[in-house]
């Protein structure tokens, strides 16, 4: 069976068979005796980590260290509310930092400051903070997701494409009601010029 440990761009965990091309963490959330979950988060550190680093290998939720979350693609997760790792993906890290000073005009800014505000941009309460479009669907950047009712779409490539666990598949043609599921600074990292990594379902949608 397999391990509830995939994220959603709403940034709920969930179990399903299929992979993700990110791990990623937010501190050590799991019972590893019985490799189920204990809470929601831990630390205010959203990472987004590469699933293949200097040949390591772990053991999923297999001891007292972070607890490994899959994601579909970048986009899932900087919808999800996290960013890219200083640690396995420096040069991406680098880059999305300075996307995010630019679009949230500010200057020498730690990953605990960008956290800061991602975490109060990401959740009210224990859920997804849903945030109004501040621009058109059709001029949001590259990258963003959006939400409708309880699907989730990803804008990129000029379409809008609806998110599933197995790959973006086609959407119909207008949306209507949509709220904004990308935290704001990072959507304006993105409108910046940060381009994160898509599926390749996002080029080729499934049926």
């Known amino acids: 069976m397999p391990l509830q440990n995939r994220v959603t761009p709403t940034g709920d965990i969930i179990a399903t068979s299929h992979r993700g091309m990110f791990t990623g963490n937010r501190g050590i959330i799991h019972d590893p005796a019985t490799k189920t979950l204990t809470r929601r988060w831990a630390s205010q550190a959203w990472l987004t980590c590469l699933c293949e680093f200097r040949g390591w290998r772990r053991e999923v939720m297999g001891g007292r260290s972070w607890t490994e979350l899959f994601f579909l693609d970048e986009a899932t997760a900087l919808s999800a509310g996290h960013r890219p790792c200083f640690f396995c993906r420096r040069d991406d890290a680098n880059r999305f930092r300075a996307a995010w000073e630019e679009g949230n005009g500010v200057r020498g800014v730690l990953a605990r400051d960008i956290d800061a505000v991602l975490h109060r941009e990401r959740l009210v309460g224990a859920k997804k903070r849903l945030h109004a479009l501040p621009l058109p669907l059709e001029e949001l950047p590259e ?49 910046s010029g940060y381009r994160p990594v898509l599926h390749g379902s996002a080029m080729s949608p499934i049926p």
């Open 143 to 191: 990258g963003a997701m959006v939400q409708q009712g309880s699907e989730s779409y990803l804008i990129g490539q000029a379409r809008v494409l609806k998110w599933s666990a197995a790959g973006y598949r086609q959407a119909e043609p207008a949306l209507q009601d949509t709220m904004l599921l990308t935290p704001p600074s990072t959507l304006r990292a993105l409108a």
